[in-house]
Nanobody, 120 residues
């Protein structure tokens, strides 16, 4: 059974940083691409970033490019999202997703989410 558990969210001031982590189990982590997606209050899901199996490829939404960095650890079976220069518009629930292949996002396979609030 696939399990994805996000952590690391919280309240941060504009310009601050947070590091989110997603712990996984129940599947062969190294075989899958992984993404972070988010859902702002009252809005739909928005893809944020993706990393390929083997960490050879990464991609980012234009809204976070240059501020966020995705990484993965195939030994620990985790995927992280380092978020710098946070803005109020980054406020959302952040989820990790298990993706069958790079450039595809499986919005249906995600964890319970971690809340990020950017506010002064």
């Amino acid at each position: 059974q696939v399990q994805l558990v996000e952590s690391g969210g919280g309240l941060v001031q504009p310009g601050g940083s947070l590091r989110l982590s997603c712990a996984t189990s129940g599947f062969t982590f190294s075989n899958y691409a992984m993404s972070w997606v988010r859902q702002a209050p009252g809005k739909g899901l928005e893809w944020v970033s993706q990393i390929s199996a083997g960490s050879t490829l990464t991609r980012y939404a234009n809204s976070v490019k240059g501020r966020f960095t995705i990484s993965r650890d195939d030994v620990k079976k985790t995927v992280d999202l380092q978020m710098n220069s946070l803005k109020p518009e980054d406020t959302a629930v952040y989820y990790c997703t298990q993706d069958r292949r790079y450039a595809e996002v499986n919005y249906n396979e995600r964890g319970q989410g971690t809340h990020v609030t950017v506010s002064s």
